[in-house]
């Protein structure tokens, strides 16, 4: 009888080429299935609640999976903390109903962006933020950050990768799975493919002891593949003034990768928390 | 006409084999003279105010050089930020008088060591503390710290790799240079050779976002190669009770390694600051 199980894992995306298991590379999923094998003697492939770019890191991804094993509650995160590399860490384990599943279950995701600002981005911090030491225009980035909140067309905001021929825009399909909606050069992608609701968007100053922080975090429906650091590198040049914050909704309108502004840096995203609706999995919020 | 040059510099020990420069290895002195040598077109060796091992940090490390090319204060600086990996990074650069000498001329030097008190370490604290979550009595820690103030002979604390024969006790000597006292397996190193000053050694609780870190700082007159690991780790045993702090006088009685503790990991120690007179290099106390 197959039990399934509900992971809360945080990671440092730095060493590792993202979330997917991938031939030959590091991933956090190949290396959480391979952590499972030496423990139970299964290696299911967790389901994440998505993929995590390179470099991207996570406070609160989530993961599912079933496994035959008859394992204690306690014994697996222990036993998993044991065996995973410290760059990630089991912050919760449970079993939950069967119809779980971190991505298709999911309600809601939040990510967060950390910019450093100040002369000197201290080494340890590096791998951690964007470090942008040019004047920014906070409220100017505030105001941008708002024009994203509501139900939206975000085709502007998706990679243009030609991986994604394969995997459709979303951020959370995997391919193989969900192949319906793809970004082909002569076929223009359903409307509805690319709408996303966005429930907050905004920016806050956070002190810290290395310096100070500025981030933004973004709640919401789901989000397209590279959505969040496309944002962040559209508000950054409405921040440093290449932009201005009353071309967002023409931004939106266009519909085009073109229009919206450069990619921003893996290394500041954070995938913060996923929710679920309380039937299926629990919700959780990760503080 | 050769000027001199004192930089005080912080960098993640954690992608580097240490400070100094050896063949084949990615190396922070040789970082260095490597970015000098583009910038300047001349190459001297920094050198430091002492080695840091392969994954300690620096917060405050200090290293001086000559230069026959006349660059602006400002400029050097910000050429080298530019040029090093975001791993290393240059806080200040000043000329200073031709007598200075990072090594020979400091007069005291800090360091600090980060334990992690928690269930789970955070992935993205791991390379930056030594995480232990078993009991732990501070007052027992505190008590060890401070009977290593004042003059000690510190021998027992001092590292026996094979290394030294040609290097010599001190952490801040370096080989081919300073290679007077010498550990060997037959002959006793001389008394004076391992003695040092402790002017304070302390332990204090810190509380972070990520978690409460309990942060040992000793200051020096010098240290002895892995004597603040070798501290480290004879006071964790005293916290979790294998030894007992009435123990530590005759751990520094005994002269030997033998008697003392593990040594701690390197990933928790931080090289603080170093201390010159205002005579030759200003004082310099990192925050």
């Not at 204690?72 to 384990?93: C, Y």
């Not at 779980?100 to 962006?113: C, D, G, L």
């Not at 590279?226 to 939106?252: C, E, F, K, Q, Y």
Request: with cysteine; aromatic share 8%.
């Amino acid at each position: 009888m197959l039990q399934t199980w509900k992971l809360i894992l945080a990671y440092d995306g730095t060493g590792f080429r993202g979330w997917q298991v991938q031939p030959g590379e590091r991933t956090v999923q190949g290396e959480l299935q391979a952590a499972l094998g030496r423990i139970c003697g299964e290696s299911p492939l967790p389901q994440g609640s998505g993929r995590t770019d390179a470099g991207v890191h996570a406070l609160g991804q989530v993961a599912s999976f079933a496994l035959a094993a008859p394992i204690p509650l306690e014994n697996l995160q222990r036993a998993l903390n044991r065996t995973l590399p410290p760059a990630i860490r089991i912050l919760e384990a449970k079993t939950v109903r069967s119809a779980f599943h971190a991505r298709h279950s999911a309600v809601a995701k939040t990510y967060e962006y950390r910019l450093f600002r100040g002369a000197i981005c201290p080494p340890f911090l590096a791998p951690y933020v964007c470090a942008c030491s040019w004047p920014m225009d906070v409220n100017a980035l505030q105001t941008s950050a708002r024009l994203f909140v509501g139900r939206h067309d975000f085709l502007s905001f998706a990679a243009t990768d030609p991986d994604l021929a394969s995997r459709g825009l979303d951020e959370d399909a995997e391919p193989d799975q969900r192949p319906t909606p793809r970004l082909g050069f002569l076929t223009e992608p359903p409307v509805s493919a690319s709408i996303r609701t966005v429930f907050s968007s905004a920016w806050e100053a956070r002190p810290s002891p290395d310096g100070d922080l500025l981030v933004y975090r973004i709640r919401g429906s789901g989000f397209l593949h590279h959505m969040v650091r496309n944002l962040v590198g559209t508000m950054l040049d409405v921040g440093r003034g290449r932009l201005s914050a009353d071309d967002i909704p023409g931004i939106l309108a266009a519909r085009s990768r073109a229009a919206a502004g450069p990619t921003a840096p893996a290394r500041g995203l954070y995938l913060l928390s996923v929710e679920y609706d309380e039937a299926v999995g629990g919700q959780h919020l990760s503080a």
